[in-house]
């Protein structure tokens, strides 16, 4: 690995990267929950993704180009979004599910489920129904991907 840590911060973050990675190696199903926030993701879930998107223990470089080394992974991506951004108009303006379809795809991890719950805030009526169908669709995710886990 280039650029060992020098300093106490740096092998800290080294340490907690290494801890994140191993979780992820560990893993055969990744939940990822994802609000959309000024059409990405949140901070927090991209700072999630510097830790663990690491040459030679997620992914490496080959003559051929990156290659992913989490294969054989599923992915559940479950997004929030007051907007409606998967069809029409407002799919130029996602810029949330496109950045992590990439970021999981160079790791390796291409068997990836999105589970929207969008229009939330075009009222009352419009969020229970987003909810209760981003519900539904995760129930049948359970019912089908979750045995196959076990």
Same mark, same amino acid.
């Given at each position: 690995?280039?650029?060992?840590? #020098?300093?106490? &911060?740096?092998? $800290?973050?080294? #340490? =907690?990267?290494? &801890?994140?990675?191993?979780?992820?190696?560990?893993?055969?199903?990744?939940?990822?929950a994802s609000p959309m926030y000024?059409?990405?993701?949140?901070?927090? =879930?991209? %700072?999630?993704?510097?830790?663990?998107?690491?040459?030679?223990?997620?992914?490496?470089?080959? %003559?051929?180009?990156?290659?992913?080394?989490?294969?054989?992974?599923?992915?559940?991506?479950?997004?929030?979004? +007051?907007?409606?951004? &998967?069809?029409g108009a407002g799919v130029a303006?996602?810029?949330?599910?496109?950045?992590?379809?990439?970021? /999981?795809?160079?790791?390796?991890?291409?068997?990836?489920?999105?589970?929207? +719950?969008?229009? /939330? #805030?075009?009222?009352?009526?419009?969020?229970?129904? #987003?909810? $209760?169908?981003?519900? %539904?669709? =995760?129930?049948?995710? %359970?019912?089908?991907? /979750?045995?196959? +886990? +076990?």
């Amino acid at each position: 690995i280039k650029g060992e840590p #020098a300093t106490d &911060s740096e092998r $800290a973050a080294r #340490a =907690l990267s290494d &801890s994140l990675v191993a979780e992820l190696a560990a893993a055969d199903i990744l939940v990822i929950a994802s609000p959309m926030y000024n059409f990405g993701m949140s901070s927090t =879930l991209k %700072a999630w993704f510097d830790y663990v998107v690491r040459a030679s223990l997620t992914f490496r470089y080959t %003559a051929e180009g990156p290659e992913g080394l989490m294969i054989g992974k599923k992915a559940v991506v479950i997004e929030t979004r +007051a907007g409606f951004y &998967s069809e029409g108009a407002g799919v130029a303006m996602d810029a949330q599910e496109p950045h992590i379809r990439i970021l /999981l795809g160079f790791m390796g991890i291409t068997d990836v489920t999105f589970v929207r +719950a969008e229009k /939330l #805030a075009f009222g009352p009526e419009a969020a229970e129904t #987003a909810i $209760a169908e981003a519900s %539904a669709a =995760l129930e049948r995710f %359970a019912a089908t991907e /979750l045995p196959l +886990a +076990a």
